[in-house]
């Protein structure tokens, strides 16, 4: 498979080059170029199937001399030591849960991957000189899935930009001479973290000589991985259901959703995916055929949620330049508000005797209206998928269901940044240079 700029359809790149240098110079996104069709090897796969034999058997023909087969197998085995989980409820709903990562939030599946499969980029061809660096804009969760996913990584060091706020995580060293995390504190705001990134990026000279590529979902290697969860879920459901089968997905930044959307492009049989917002409606104009315009920001009690331009929007909309026709047929906007979302985790506890939280919470109510809608009801099974892990809400859970749950522990450690910059790129390139010569 090779890939294109959201912009233009001009030169296709390499698995290896997206995943190297994340970001094309006019300022796209890059995608797919074509569907791809690998149905023959998960289509007969069977409930026994492991997560990472998934993995590995599928990666290699995704990305075509990207991977061999044996450096596939390597590459899901450093990479996945957690598996997705399907839980069967009854006949019209599962739940894929995917919250049983180091930080117990889904974006550990894709996080954990990029770092394996940079590690094995490198081996065949180390950078020369100073390290390969991984630049990601980081708030506390991502922060330590990328501890987790890129500590002790050969020829790699992970610089974790992150805002004034404290950054919690877990980092064994965070130290320049020793360790290969690298948290650096800039005084600003979390999108100035993310600017500079991709100014990182986009000084092209500078990127080359450090080998700098970003771990922040512009990254193609973050948003393939999470395609396998997909399929996973299909080959562990496609023996118990009879008639179709649908997608609920929560959306912020849409980027797990356009990942649903490639394992569809693979081959994987659904009827439909659920785009769930909560009361941040944001896409669900464009969805229905309308404009996208940004609105003010609501704060909600799903917070992952609360985003007002979603960063793959543009990924979203090359699939509707492709085949609006087929897109409005197949994807659902669902907008899910804070009363219904809490009503719903009650609801779920009391009917299933299973916790879910605020996100998975609202990607539930909105599988149930659309399937309402739709008269899906004994003909269309809905996998919900449950992107975080209610211990991270335990306060929310005690308050709805009256249940007390350990918090998670994972996320509660504090760390010392390896340098305070402030929010521009010469401070940013100056730290960098100075420490890798
Ligand atoms: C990040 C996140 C989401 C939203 O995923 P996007 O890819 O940004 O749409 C949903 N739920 C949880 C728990 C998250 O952490």
Redesign the pocket.
């Known amino acids: 498979m090779q890939f294109r700029s959201t912009n233009s359809d001009a030169s296709l790149v390499s698995f290896r080059d997206v995943v190297l240098h994340c970001l094309p110079p006019d300022g796209g996104l890059y995608v797919p170029d074509r569907a791809m069709d690998i149905r023959q090897l998960f289509l007969y796969m069977n409930e026994e199937t492991s997560f990472s034999e998934l993995v590995a058997a599928v990666a290699p023909s995704l990305l075509e001399g990207g991977l061999n087969p044996l450096s596939a197998s390597r590459v899901a085995e450093s990479a996945f030591n957690f598996e997705p989980e399907l839980i069967r409820l009854d006949d019209d709903y599962s739940l894929l849960n995917l919250c049983k990562g180091p930080t117990g939030?889904?974006?550990d599946f894709g996080i954990a991957f990029l770092a394996a499969v940079l590690e094995e980029l490198h081996k065949d061809s180390p950078p020369a000189g100073s390290p390969a660096l991984v630049l990601a804009a980081a708030l506390a969760?991502t922060g330590v899935s990328m501890t987790h996913a890129f500590s002790g990584r050969k020829g790699i060091s992970a610089v974790l930009i992150y805002p004034a706020e404290p950054l919690t995580a877990i980092v064994p060293n965070g130290d320049f001479a020793s360790g290969n995390i690298i948290p650096i504190q800039v005084q600003g705001t979390f999108d100035d973290c993310q600017r500079l990134v991709n100014e990182a990026i986009n000084d092209r000279a500078f990127a080359a000589r450090y080998n700098i590529t970003s771990a922040n979902?512009i990254n193609p290697g973050r948003l393939l991985p999470q395609a396998f969860y997909y399929l996973y879920a299909f080959i562990k459901i496609k023996k118990h259901i009879s008639g179709g089968l649908a997608f609920s997905v929560?959306?912020?930044?849409?980027?797990?959703?356009i990942s649903g959307l490639y394992a569809w492009k693979f081959g994987m049989p659904v009827n439909g995916f659920i785009a769930a917002m909560n009361s941040n409606n944001v896409l669900g104009d464009f969805i229905k055929g309308g404009t996208f315009t940004p609105r003010p920001l609501i704060k909600t009690n799903s917070p992952?949620?609360d985003?007002s331009i979603?960063l793959n929007f543009s990924r979203l909309e090359s699939f509707y330049r492709e085949a609006p026709a087929v897109m409005r047929n197949i994807v659902h906007p669902a907008s899910i508000d804070d009363e219904l979302t809490l009503q719903t985790m009650e609801r779920v506890w009391k009917k299933y005797h299973l916790h879910i939280?605020s996100?998975t919470a609202v990607a539930f109510a909105a599988a149930e209206q659309t399937a309402a809608g739709l008269d899906w009801k004994g003909n269309v099974h809905t996998v919900v998928l449950a992107?975080?892990h209610y211990a991270r809400e335990a306060e929310l859970i005690r308050k709805v269901t009256g249940e007390t749950v350990a918090e998670m522990q994972s996320l509660q450690q504090k760390i010392e940044p390896a340098a305070v910059i402030s929010p521009n790129l010469d401070a940013f390139e100056g730290i960098i240079a100075r420490h890798f010569q």
């Open positions: 939030h889904y974006k969760d979902t929560p959306c912020g930044n849409f980027g797990n959703f992952a949620l985003v979603p939280d996100h992107t975080g």
